[in-house]
């Protein structure tokens, strides 16, 4: 199996910035592209960014381009996800997932593998 652990989460003021982690373990063999999505109260899973096993490719959500920088160091097996200028919207849990190809990016049921989630709050 393949595990998934978000951490970083908290409560930060508009403007602020976060950095989420996520440390991927287990039977990582055919785990390739780490991505994150986001889910608020009431609404669906939205996609937030990816990227690719070596970092070559990565692809944001329109709601965080130029906001958001997604990396990842594969020699800690860990995928980060830096969040600057946070607006109040940004309000979710945040989710670390797992993909084994670069088809169907935003699609949530596409993705083999998914951590717990992590709450990131941001305060007006």
């Known amino acids: 199996q393949v595990q998934l652990v978000e951490s970083g989460g908290g409560l930060v003021q508009a403007g602020g910035s976060l950095r989420l982690s996520c440390a991927v373990s287990?039977?990582?063999?055919?785990?390739?592209?780490l991505g994150w999505f986001r889910q608020a109260p009431g609404k669906e899973r939205e996609f937030v960014a990816i990227?690719?096993?070596?970092?070559?490719?990565?692809h944001y959500g329109d709601s965080v381009k130029g906001r958001f920088t997604i990396s990842r160091d594969r020699a800690k097996n860990t995928a980060y996800l830096q969040m600057n200028s946070l607006k109040p919207e940004d309000t979710a849990v945040y989710y670390c997932?797992?993909?084994?190809?670069?088809?169907?990016?935003?699609?949530?049921?596409?993705?083999?593998?998914w951590g717990q989630g992590t709450q990131v709050t941001v305060a007006s």
């Open positions: 997932a797992a993909k084994r190809d670069l088809t169907n990016l935003k699609i949530p049921a596409q993705y083999n593998y």
């Open positions: 287990g039977r990582t063999f055919g785990v390739h592209h």
């Open positions: 990227i690719s096993e070596r970092s070559t490719y990565t």
